[in-house]
């Protein structure tokens, strides 16, 4: 009986998310949105040991199987470095030509628009 119990610590994930299937649900009707829609934006706030960050990472895992590109960084000065590099690892598969690499990077909050910028690979012969 213990092992269904969920007991809240760093990484450990319910495999059950009760009472959040309205939130995961909303979450991902706001990834079919267009740009600048304020139901792409999410803010989660709570207590420690509530479940934000399962919740997050089970978002993630969801946005992932709809074949979104996923950037997980914590916050620290190299951050925005860190996110283009993962969106350059995690998005390559999407990408025929795998020379372009992202060279910009923006986000927004409250329904501005997230954005990147690709190089554009010029290959020239001699």
Not at 52 to 57: D, G, I, P, R, V
Not at 105 to 125: D, I
Request: proline content about 5%; charged content about 20%.
């Amino acid at each position: 009986m213990n092992n269904h119990i969920f007991q809240p610590t760093f990484g450990n994930r319910p495999n059950e998310y009760i009472g959040r299937e309205g939130i995961i649900n909303q979450f991902m009707e706001g990834l079919r949105e267009p740009v600048g829609s304020c139901n792409r934006c999410s803010l989660f706030l709570g207590q420690r040991g509530m479940g934000k960050t399962a919740l997050l990472l089970e978002l993630r895992d969801r946005a992932a199987k709809q074949d979104f590109v996923i950037a997980r960084v914590t916050v620290y000065e190299g951050m925005p470095k860190a996110i283009i590099e993962q969106l350059q690892q995690n998005g390559s598969p999407f990408f025929k030509d795998e020379k372009r690499k992202v060279t910009g990077f923006n986000a927004g909050v409250h329904g501005f628009p997230f954005g990147l910028t690709f190089s554009h690979y010029c290959q020239t012969s001699v």
